[in-house]
T-cell receptor, first 114, second 112 residues
Framework: DADVTQTPRNRITKTGKRIMLECSQT?????MYWYRQDPGLGLRLIYY???????NKGEISDGYSVSRQAQAKFSLSLESAIPNQTALYFC?????????????FGEGSRLTVL | AQSVTQPDIHITVSEGASLELRCNYS??????LFWYVQSPGQGLQLLLK??????LVQGIKGFEAEFKRSQSSFNLRKPSVHWSDAAEYFC??????????FGRGTSLIVHP
């Protein structure tokens, strides 16, 4: 089983719908991240969390919200999806103790908003 | 603020040829540097990393990278490319407790 699991892997939805992408990890890491990948733009940080009570905005947080339900779970929500949120979304984790910035990624969730 | 530049959006090589993917970074202190690979339909996997010490680092799948402080570069190399190396490659700088910053990626195309 993957250490960082994202669900769903693929989702097609319509404009205005609420969508939740879920991420769970078994690595025991305290830090979790949500990134968005668009062709030619690389990975852009949406939100990150350094522990259960900590939530921080990244560079492109508008239109998104997150919830850190437990150390192992970090979900991303789109309250009212729009077509330009069509992208590949990645969850990642890292460990504070090592303090190196090395990230461990899930396999991605491909979201299409029609 | 830290930044990473990957000047090549696409690179095309023939199978068996050598490869070099370029990465330049901007950061005020000694950086932690990474190369990740994303195969089609997969997440990102760490290829190699540099924290300190020997400036030539070895990674998985036969890749290596060299840290050159004077040029603010961390280029990725492989002496002989295999068709399975076709993927997207990302350079990242992640100094300590700060959030890693990624380059825009380089897409590697391998011709038979």
């Amino acid at each position: 089983d993957a250490d960082v699991t994202q669900t769903p892997r693929n989702r097609i939805t319509k404009t205005g719908k609420r969508i939740m992408l879920e991420c769970s990890q078994t690595k025991g890491h305290d830090r979790m991240y949500w990134y968005r990948q668009d062709p030619g733009l690389g990975l852009r940080l949406i939100y990150y969390s350094f522990d259960v009570k900590d939530i921080n905005k990244g560079e492109i947080s508008d239109g998104y919200s997150v919830s850190r339900q437990a150390q192992a779970k970090f979900s991303l929500s789109l309250e009212s999806a729009i077509p330009n949120q069509t992208a590949l979304y990645f969850c990642a984790t890292s460990e504070t103790a090592q303090n190196t910035g090395e990230l461990f990624f899930g396999e991605g969730s491909r979201l299409t908003v029609l | 603020a830290q930044s990473v530049t990957q000047p090549d959006i696409h690179i095309t090589v023939s199978e068996g040829a050598s490869l070099e993917l370029r990465c330049n970074y901007s950061y005020g202190a000694t950086p932690y540097l990474f190369w990740y690979v994303q195969s089609p339909g997969q997440g990102l996997q760490l290829l190699l990393k540099y924290f300190s010490g020997d400036t030539l680092v070895q990674g998985i799948k036969g890749f290596e990278a060299e840290f050159k402080r004077s040029q603010s570069s961390f280029n990725l190399r492989k002496p002989s490319v295999h068709w399975s190396d076709a993927a997207e490659y990302f350079c990242a700088v992640g100094p300590g407790s700060y959030i890693p910053t990624f380059g825009r990626g380089t897409s590697l195309i391998v011709h038979p």
